[in-house]
């Protein structure tokens, strides 16, 4: 990807919050997917979405790009540009200091972050797509849904150990979950740190393996919701389940649901936001002389005035008979669109009225009779 400010593409200030940025993703990436979005250029855009979060969620990686840019966080480790001079490994002068770059990129030093592993941790978030009925979504309904989560473990409380057992802190890296290894570079020896091989980074040893979740802490169970969808939900949009998501680590609370809505289409109408679509055909006689006429909207028959003279593709506004407002003020509304049908067959009585009626306005007319081949292709029809 070409050389992009990642906070001006997920459209947060440098000092956002981890909250923040993880709002602005989760908004455009919604907005961009390829399975919403076809719009030319969405899918690059999702790609560079992705990309900015990737590096923005992660202290670390942000860290590194807010002090070296994309050089920080693309393998180069913050290098720059080509050899120069008698260096073969670039100008380090943009930098402040090689004592700088080793602590930022390899943990060493004073900048070095110390994290407790055994610290209440947040669950994950779910994503959940549901397929809905065009009028389900109009009207809301109330349904159940069915899906995977992992949950505390109930036999050891999400300790991971067997019951009267308990973890203990792991004697190689101190319960820090980290260790510092020292390596030979061509500049020198330096330290880096890197995750603790015994625990994994979790900073304790489990001797006793609860035997219901194998020393995870957390369990795979079915879970069942009942979920109200609400009246005038739109393709894409989404609701979110407050701690209906992944366990949390360490006690720390529930992950959120958010559940993704797929709309079938219509055969009778359309919809674009809260405005709702349709046709409807009327006769000759009706266009010109005007009818009173009743017309199907989401909400059930209403009546409609045609007045005389209506030409063919006139539009005509339902006021208040369209999508539910998802902010309560009311529904969207309702755009009718007349077609007038003219009649492929006709009876001697019909034609007679039709040559007077353009007669009695001063004109002429020769009705054009059918020749056999059609005569006999109406029969077939």
């Known amino acids: 990807m070409a050389q992009h400010d990642y906070y001006e593409i997920l459209g947060v200030d440098k000092s956002a919050s981890d909250a923040d940025i993880s709002k602005a993703y989760r ?173 994994h980074g979790t900073g304790k040893i489990i001797e006793h393996p609860c035997q219901t979740c194998k020393g995870k802490g957390t369990v795979n169970k079915k879970q069942t919701l009942q979920v109200k969808i609400p009246a005038g939900i739109d393709n894409g949009q989404q609701i979110r389940l407050a701690g209906q998501g992944e366990a949390g680590k360490n006690g720390g609370e529930y992950g959120d649901l958010y559940i993704v809505f797929r709309i079938r289409p219509s055969k009778e109408f359309t919809r674009q936001g809260t405005t709702i679509y349709s046709k409807v055909p009327i006769s000759f006689a009706q266009a010109t002389l005007g009818d009173q006429i009743q017309v199907d909207t989401v909400h059930g028959k209403v009546s409609l005035k045609i007045p005389a003279g209506t030409q063919p593709n006139t539009h005509f506004k339902l006021r208040g008979e369209g999508v539910p407002k998802l902010n309560g003020e009311g529904n969207g509304d309702h755009e009718v669109t007349v077609d007038v049908t003219i009649p492929k067959k006709v009876n001697d009585k019909q034609k007679e009225a039709l040559v007077d009626f353009v007669k009695a306005g001063g004109g002429n007319i020769t009705p054009q009779e059918k020749n056999f081949f059609e005569r006999l292709k109406d029969k077939l029809s």
């Not at 899906?147 to 308990?166: F, I, L, Q, V, W």
């Open 27 to 199: 908004k455009l990436a919604k907005k961009y997917h390829p399975d919403l979005n076809h719009e030319p250029g969405a899918e690059e855009k999702y790609k560079e979405v992705n990309e900015a979060y990737e590096v923005l969620h992660d202290k670390d990686k942000r860290a590194r790009y807010d002090q070296f840019g994309q050089a920080g966080v693309n393998g180069q480790g913050g290098f720059g540009g080509g050899a120069t001079g008698g260096n073969p490994y670039g100008d380090f002068s943009g930098f402040g200091g090689f004592g700088d770059i080793f602590s930022d990129l390899f943990g060493g030093g004073s900048r070095q972050r110390n994290v407790d592993p055994t610290a209440p941790q947040r669950g994950q978030d779910l994503d959940y797509t549901m397929t809905i009925d065009f009028m389900d979504a109009i009207k809301g309904k109330e349904t159940d849904i069915t899906y995977t989560r992992s949950e505390t473990c109930p036999t050891c409380d999400g300790s991971g150990a067997e019951k009267g057992t308990h973890p203990i802190t792991c004697d190689k890296c101190h319960g820090t979950g980290h260790m510092t290894v020292t390596r030979q570079t061509p500049f020198g020896v330096i330290q880096q740190q890197t995750t603790c091989d015994k625990c």
